[in-house]
Structures are given as structure tokens and as C-alpha cells.
């Protein structure tokens, strides 16, 4: 089992930042993938971005240039820096874990965090 604590969300104004956090702990792969999907009611959850074990990132064309994601691999945790976020970019976020075991993929989620972007 993979355990994942985010932090970090809130209420911010339009062209402000803010910056999650999700540590990941327990059953820890080595080769894995960390990232951010976000979710409004009524819709489907959406991938914002993410990362592998190899630093190799991958973002949603909505958060190409206003969004970064980095990992620390000591720590296990992954952080999404936004910036000049937009009343759009309101929902709950949540954190992905995938990890490679010997013979299949596992996938974590966790528990979400809101932002909450005012115009």
C-alpha cells in the first residue's frame, strides 16, 4: 500500500499562485509516477500534469507555461507550482502514485485538496 498526503490548496485570488504537495509513503517503487489530476463536479477528472522516477514531466496544454511540476525523490514528494492561475483552474486536485512492481502496475490516489480560483 502506498499512503498519499497532499497539502497546500486554498482560495486565491486570479493571477495569484499556489503550490501543492503530496508525500507518498509505504510501499515505495522505484520506478514510478507521480502527478496531479484535477476534478469539477459534473465532469471527468483531468490530468494537469506529472512526472516520472526519471524527471520525465508531462502537462495538459491548459497548465503548459503556468505550471510546474518537480519532484524531491528523497522525500518521496511531488509539488505543483501554479501560477497566474485563473478562476478555471478551480477544483479539487488530486494526487496520482503508480508504481511498476514485478508484475503489474499499481495505482494510488489521494484523498484531494480544493483550489479555489475567485475572478
Known amino acids: 500500500q502506498v499512503q498519499l498526503v497532499e497539502s497546500g490548496g486554498g482560495s486565491v485570488q486570479a493571477g495569484g499562485s499556489l503550490r501543492l504537495s503530496c508525500a507518498a509513503s509505504?510501499?515505495?517503487?522505484?520506478?514510478?509516477?507521480m502527478g496531479w489530476h484535477r476534478q469539477v463536479p459534473g465532469k471527468q477528472r483531468e490530468l494537469v500534469a506529472v512526472?516520472?522516477?526519471?524527471?520525465?514531466?508531462n502537462y495538459a496544454d491548459s497548465a503548459k507555461g503556468r505550471f510546474t511540476i518537480s519532484r524531491d525523490n528523497a522525500k518521496n514528494t511531488v509539488y505543483l507550482q501554479m501560477n497566474s492561475l485563473k478562476p478555471e483552474d478551480t477544483a479539487v486536485y488530486y494526487c496520482?502514485?503508480?508504481?511498476?512492481?514485478?508484475?503489474?502496475?499499481?495505482?494510488?490516489w489521494g484523498q484531494g485538496t480544493q483550489v479555489t480560483v475567485s475572478s
Open positions: 496520482n502514485y503508480k508504481g511498476l512492481g514485478s508484475t503489474r502496475m499499481y495505482d494510488y
Open positions: 509505504g510501499r515505495i517503487f522505484s520506478i514510478n509516477t
Open positions: 512526472i516520472t522516477s526519471g524527471d520525465n514531466t
